[in-house]
C-alpha cells in the first residue's frame, strides 16, 4: 500500500476557494487526499505526520506559464545585455551597457574560438544602447568570425560582414527582414525567422539544439530554485528523438518539474501538424504533457517588428513582420482548430490579436468550441474591447508581467508611448473580463525566470526607472497570486491536476519563507523560497 503522509506548515495558501487557508495537507500516491487543520491527521485511516516545513509556508506550486527551454542553454553563449544576470549554474554575467563594452566582451571569445566558428552573444537590447551596433561595430570583433548579437527578444539579430558572407546576404537579399540602408547595402540586421534562421542554424542557435539533455535539465533546475513545479516551452519542434528523450528524463523520480512542450506547427501541411499533435498527446505522461501547437503571428514591439494598429510605432521605422502569410495561418487556425487541438498564437501587437480573433472566429464557424482553450500569448497591446471579444470566442490570454519592468521604459519614451504603454499588459481589465482565470509570466530567457518577479510586476507596474507605468492596471496580491497557479493552469487546461491544494489533486507545492499575502506589495519579489514538492517528494532549494 502507498504510504501516507500529512504535511504540517505554518499556514497553506491552497488557491482553493473552498478553503483558502490551511495548515495541514494529507497526501498519498502524489495526490492529496484531504486539507484542514490537524483533525485531518485521522482520516483515511490515519497517517503519521512530517514537521518539515512546519515553521514554512506552503502554496501550490508555481507555474510558468510561457518560457523557453532555451533558458537552459542560452549561457552557453555569452549575455550582452544590460543589466546583471545570474545564468543557471550562478554565475553572475554583469551588465554590458555600451557598444564597446559589447564588442570587447565578444572579441574575448572570438580570441579563444577555432577560426571561421561562430561568435555569438545574447541578450542585447538596442532601446538601452545609445550607439548603433551594426555589421561595421560587429567586424570590429572579427573579421574571421561569423558574429551574431541576439536581441534580448529572440525576434532579431545583428550579424557582421563574415555573418552575412555565410548565409550569402553580405550584398542584402529580398528576404523579408533583411534590412539595407538607403543604398542598398545590408546593415547586418536580420529581423524573425526567414531572415534570422539560416544563420543561426549555422551557428547552431537553435531552440532544438539549446534543449538538448543538458539544457533540459538546466532548464528544469532553474524552475526548481524559482518555486516552479510546471513549466511550459512556448516553442518545441518534437521530432521523434527529441520526444524520447524528454519521455526519459521526466520519467526519472529525481526529475523536479511538470514540462509542457508546445510543438511547432508552422512547417508542414496543417493536416499533418494537426495529426502530429494528436500522436504526441497520446504520449502524454504525469510529468510531461503533449498535443499543444504553437503558431506565430507577429514580431517584438522593442524590436519594430510587431504589427500594430493605429497610430503605429511612436517614435523608430515600422518594421512589422508577419510571421505567417496571412492565409496559411487563417488556415493552420481553422485545420488545428476542427481537429480540437488547442493553440498557443504568439500576438505582440494589437493588429496581431485582432488577426487572431478573426481567424478564431472563421474556425468557429465550421466547428464549435469544445474549451480547447485557445491562448493568446504576450497580447501587450491589446484593449478592454479586445479582450472582451476574446472572451467570447473562449479565448484565454497569458500577458508578458515582466515586459512592465525590463522593457517598460522604452515603451514609454520610444516604440508606443506615455498612452498605450500606461495600459500595456492589461492585467486589471483581464482579472475583470476573465474572473482572474488569465496568465502572466517571463518568457525566459526574453527575462529572467522567476514567477514572484512575474507577480510582483502585475502588482506594481513598476519599470526600472521607477516609473509606475499606469495603476490603473495593478492587481491586488492576492489576484497575481492566482495568476501564478490557479490562472496559469486554466491557461493550460491542466486545472483539473494542478493550481491548487485540493482534494484529488497533484501534491505539487511551492515552500516559502515567507507569506505572501502577508508582504507589502513591494517585498513580493523578494519572498524566501525554500525548496518544492512535486508529487509528495521533496526537493529542498539546497538539494
Excluded at 476557494?17 to 494529507?26: D, E, F, G, K, L
Excluded at 508555481?62 to 554565475?91: K, N, Q, T
Excluded at 574560438?113 to 544602447?129: A, H, N, Q, S
Excluded at 510531461?288 to 506565430?296: D, E, P, S, V, Y
Aim: aromatic share 6%; hydrophobic share 40%; charged share 25%.
Amino acid at each position: 500500500m502507498e504510504k501516507t503522509v500529512v504535511f504540517r506548515a505554518r499556514k497553506i495558501i491552497t488557491m482553493d476557494h473552498n478553503r483558502p487557508h490551511a495548515t495541514h495537507v494529507m497526501v498519498r500516491g502524489g495526490r492529496i487526499l484531504a486539507v484542514g487543520d490537524a483533525d485531518i491527521a485521522t482520516l483515511w485511516g490515519g497517517a503519521p505526520v512530517d514537521d518539515r516545513y512546519a515553521d514554512k509556508v506552503l502554496m501550490p506550486g508555481l507555474i510558468e506559464a510561457h518560457a523557453h527551454v532555451s533558458a537552459g542553454g542560452i549561457f552557453r553563449f555569452s549575455y550582452c545585455g544590460h543589466y546583471a544576470r545570474l545564468d543557471p549554474d550562478g554565475r553572475n554575467w554583469p551588465g554590458a551597457t555600451t557598444a564597446d563594452a559589447i564588442v570587447e566582451r565578444l572579441r574575448e571569445v572570438a580570441v579563444r574560438t577555432e577560426k571561421g566558428k561562430p561568435v555569438v552573444g545574447f541578450g542585447f537590447d538596442p532601446t538601452r544602447i545609445s550607439a548603433t551596433i551594426d555589421r561595421d561595430v560587429l567586424d570590429r570583433v572579427s573579421q574571421e568570425h561569423p558574429v551574431l548579437l541576439i536581441h534580448s527578444s529572440m525576434h532579431v539579430l545583428v550579424t557582421n560582414t563574415a555573418g552575412l558572407k555565410v548565409v550569402g546576404m553580405e550584398q542584402g537579399s529580398n528576404v523579408p527582414g533583411v534590412v539595407s540602408d538607403r543604398n542598398g547595402r545590408a546593415t547586418g540586421e536580420l529581423q524573425e525567422f526567414a531572415a534570422m534562421g539560416p544563420l543561426m542554424a549555422h551557428a547552431n542557435v537553435t531552440f532544438r539544439a539549446l534543449g538538448d539533455e543538458a539544457g533540459l535539465r538546466a532548464y528544469a533546475d532553474l524552475s526548481r530554485r524559482v518555486g516552479v513545479t510546471t513549466v511550459t516551452d512556448m516553442y518545441a519542434e518534437l521530432e521523434d528523438e527529441e520526444v524520447t528523450r524528454q519521455l526519459r528524463i521526466t520519467g526519472e523520480d529525481s526529475f523536479p518539474i511538470r514540462y509542457v512542450p508546445a510543438m511547432n506547427a508552422m512547417r508542414k501541411d496543417p493536416v499533418l501538424e494537426a495529426e502530429r499533435a494528436l500522436d504526441l498527446r497520446a504520449m502524454s505522461t504525469d510529468k510531461l504533457h503533449l498535443g499543444r501547437a504553437k503558431l506565430f503571428t507577429d514580431g517584438s514591439i522593442q524590436g519594430w517588428t510587431a504589427k500594430l494598429n493605429a497610430p503605429g510605432y511612436y517614435t523608430g521605422t515600422d518594421h512589422g513582420i508577419w510571421n505567417m502569410p496571412v492565409d496559411d495561418f487563417r488556415n493552420a487556425v481553422k485545420v488545428l482548430h476542427r481537429a480540437g487541438v488547442k493553440m498557443h498564437i504568439h500576438t505582440n501587437g494589437d493588429a496581431a490579436s485582432e488577426l487572431a480573433c478573426d481567424a478564431v472566429a472563421g474556425a468557429l464557424l465550421g466547428a464549435g468550441n469544445a474549451d480547447l482553450r485557445h491562448t493568446l500569448e504576450h497580447v501587450q497591446l491589446a484593449d478592454r474591447a479586445q479582450f472582451e471579444r476574446m472572451r467570447k470566442l473562449g479565448l484565454t490570454v497569458n500577458l508578458f508581467g515582466n515586459h512592465l519592468y525590463y522593457f517598460g521604459d522604452a515603451h514609454w519614451e520610444k516604440t508606443v508611448g506615455p498612452d498605450r504603454a500606461a495600459r500595456m499588459n492589461a492585467c486589471r481589465d483581464a482579472a475583470a473580463v476573465w474572473g482572474g482565470n488569465f496568465a502572466i509570466h517571463s518568457d525566459a530567457p526574453v527575462t529572467p525566470m522567476s514567477p514572484l518577479f512575474t507577480a510582483w510586476c502585475a502588482v506594481n507596474r513598476k519599470t526600472e526607472s521607477g516609473r509606475v507605468l499606469g495603476d490603473t492596471q495593478q492587481l491586488s496580491v492576492e489576484q497575481a497570486m492566482y495568476c501564478i497557479t490557479m490562472g496559469a493552469a486554466h491557461v493550460l487546461k491542466l486545472d483539473h491536476e494542478i493550481g491548487s491544494i485540493s482534494c484529488g489533486k497533484r501534491a505539487d507545492f511551492c515552500v516559502l519563507e515567507d507569506d505572501p499575502l502577508a508582504a507589502a506589495p513591494g517585498a513580493l519579489k523578494d519572498l524566501r523560497i525554500a525548496g518544492t514538492v512535486l508529487g509528495g517528494v521533496h526537493f529542498p532549494l539546497d538539494g
